[in-house]
């Protein structure tokens, strides 16, 4: 009896496997591209586009931290905005849906000692779930062993219903301090990281990052 009832629940196992692997070979269950979706050149302006080499920053005192930068350019990032076959798709694969492939870049500003890096990025996100309305996204996170910074700033709305100031998960924005002198450096529209306790990243919308903190310095970029 024991043996009889193990094949029925294994039977049944077959038959359930079979059924989702029928439903998700269907056309209407299989996911498909319906469009495509790009960061707006005034979102480029805060990132840099090409690959660069020994990149100084240095210190009021003279002392210089040397990074290289690799930038990371993608245009097929899936995002679903019309989920397929709810309720029957097959447990060992993602849900099908309609999508969009949108744009991104991220820049990686890593120091040639390896001990420390920053990464920049522009994504584009939905302004709520299964939607294609979008908006872009810049953050940043500075890191050692252990983070040291980090920061958001919502840049585009690429539709007029969405209110760039609503967005409830830019939860680390930056401080902007238009023109600032740095080391007696000046730059224009610059934006800093707002971290309790943390190191400080600054930014320039035309420049990329523009200096960092490493207490008591501050390491400014050579142009």
Do not use: W
């Amino acid at each position: 009896m024991k043996n009889k009832c193990i094949n029925i629940f294994l039977g049944g196992c077959v038959l359930l496997l079979f059924s989702f692997k029928g439903c998700t070979n269907s056309p209407k269950c299989q996911s498909n591209k319906v469009g495509e979706a790009f960061i707006d050149i005034s979102s480029k302006s805060f990132l840099e586009l090409n690959n660069q080499n020994n990149i100084v920053f240095e210190s009021a005192a003279g002392q210089q931290m040397i990074f290289d930068l690799e930038v990371q350019h993608r245009t097929n990032n899936r995002s679903c905005y019309n989920y397929l076959c709810k309720g029957f798709t097959d447990p060992f694969q993602g849900q099908p849906c309609e999508y969009i492939d949108t744009e991104s870049y991220v820049n990686l500003y890593r120091d040639q000692n390896n001990q420390y890096m920053i990464e920049t990025k522009v994504v584009m996100e939905p302004n709520q779930e299964e939607s294609d309305y979008f908006y872009d996204l810049y953050s940043l996170h500075f890191s050692k062993i252990g983070l040291l910074s980090k920061a958001q700033k919502a840049l585009y709305a690429h539709h007029p219903s969405i209110d760039l100031s609503s967005i409830y998960y830019v939860q680390e924005p930056f401080i902007y301090l238009g023109a600032k002198t740095l080391n007696g450096t000046a730059f224009n529209e610059v934006f800093k990281t707002n971290n309790t306790n943390l190191e400080s990243v600054y930014i320039s919308k035309t420049k990329g990052v523009i200096a960092f903190t490493l207490e008591p310095e501050l390491f400014v970029r050579s142009f």
